[in-house]
């Protein structure tokens, strides 16, 4: 059974910082691509970053520079370090899993940013 769990979300002022952990259970987490996406209020989810298996990342314009994605598959775990932090990031953000053709998520951390 896959399940993920956010934590690590909270309110900052504007320029900084945050680390997002997301726990995964399951034998799936070592093999597979993990993501953080965010939904502000009446707005669509939005992809952020993805970190491969073997430690690619990739990042949405709009964090890049600033988020670093990460994993410890030793501890099943998938980070998200966010730094010079602006009100715009301000969301829920969750952790995502594809595994054997389902889509996972987590039950999201608030990250709010106040100017």
């Known amino acids: 059974q896959v399940r993920l769990v956010e934590s690590g979300g909270g309110l900052v002022q504007a320029g900084g910082s945050l680390r997002l952990s997301c726990a995964a259970s399951?034998?799936?987490?070592?093999?597979?691509?993990m993501d953080w996406y965010r939904q502000a209020p009446g707005k669509q989810r939005e992809w952020v970053a993805a970190v491969t298996s073997g430690g690619t990342t990739n990042y949405g314009d709009s964090v890049k520079g600033r988020f670093t994605i990460s994993r410890d598959n030793a501890k099943n775990t998938v980070y998200l370090q966010m730094n010079s932090l602006k009100p715009e990031d301000t969301a829920a953000y969750y952790c995502?899993?594809?595994?054997?053709?389902?889509?996972?998520w987590g039950q999201g951390t608030q990250v709010s940013v106040s100017s």
């Open positions: 995502h899993a594809q595994y054997a053709l389902r889509d996972y």
């Open positions: 399951g034998s799936f987490f070592t093999s597979r691509t």
